[in-house]
T-cell receptor, first 114, second 112 residues
Framework: ETGVTQTPRHLVMGMTNKKSLKCEQH?????MYWYKQSAKKPLELMFV???????ENNSVPSRFSPECPNSSHLFLHLHTLQPEDSALYLC?????????????FGDGTRLSIL | GENVEQHPSTLSVQEGDSAVIKCTYS??????FPWYKQELGKRPQLIID?????GEKKDQRIAVTLNKTAKHFSLHITETQPEDSAVYFC???????????FGKGTMLLVSP
């Protein structure tokens, strides 16, 4: 299934670097999400976009900056990250943001901060 | 906000046995309950979901039951196979809101 594609799959960066994660969905969905997945923790919702408008920001540090130029693309810009930011970052999409619809996930970007 | 508890954290069964994973939720307004399967190094994939207007839903070897009064729902896998080995996540959400609140996951190991 290639409905939601994330690049890169793996990323190693230093704490002073700036990088971006990319997500693209080919499902015609209107809502897109960023999640952080750390070991032994529930999936943590970071950001929600609906029709390119940010509708939720769950107290995420400003070193994470999302961008949604259109309903098919979502970016997560990273700068001055900390070691505890090392995790799997998952992108997801759903038809709309009405809460009772399934979300479709990408394969994630495995991020390691040196 | 919503809180979802999932048990057990690890479950080991023999091939052919049944496996049951249980979740409880705190917000009685929650009305959508999906289950996701995540194999090692792969994306979470929706395997079954249930809405609060039904008590049970079945899809081949997988079934989900919902008890709204007790605020818990369970995933049942019958005749388990080694390829069922994965981490399973439950989640809950309220219609009209975008947030899915996930449980911590259950690692299911099916031994041949």
């Amino acid at each position: 299934e290639t409905g939601v594609t994330q690049t890169p799959r793996h990323l190693v960066m230093g704490m002073t670097n700036k990088k971006s994660l990319k997500c693209e969905q080919h499902l015609g969905h209107n809502a897109m999400y960023w999640y952080k997945q750390s070991a032994k923790k529930p999936l943590e919702l970071m950001f929600v976009y609906s029709l390119e408008e940010r509708v939720e920001n769950n107290s995420v540090p400003s070193r994470f900056s999302p961008e949604c130029p259109n309903s098919s693309h979502l970016f997560l810009h990273l700068h001055t990250l900390q070691p505890e930011d090392s995790a799997l970052y998952l992108c997801a999409s759903s038809q709309d943001r009405v809460g009772n619809q399934p979300q479709h996930f990408g394969d994630g970007t495995r991020l390691s901060i040196l | 906000g919503e809180n979802v508890e999932q048990h057990p954290s690890t479950l080991s069964v023999q091939e052919g046995d049944s496996a049951v994973i249980k979740c409880t939720y705190s917000d009685s307004a929650s009305n959508y309950f999906p289950w996701y399967k995540q194999e090692l190094g792969k994306r979470p994939q929706l395997i079954i979901d249930i809405r609060s207007n039904v008590g049970e839903k079945k899809d081949q070897r997988i079934a989900v039951t919902l008890n709204k009064t007790a605020k818990h729902f369970s995933l049942h896998i019958t005749e388990t196979q080694p390829e069922d080995s994965a981490v399973y996540f439950c989640a809950a959400s309220i219609s009209g809101y975008s947030t899915l609140t996930f449980g911590k996951g259950t690692m299911l190991l099916v031994s041949p």
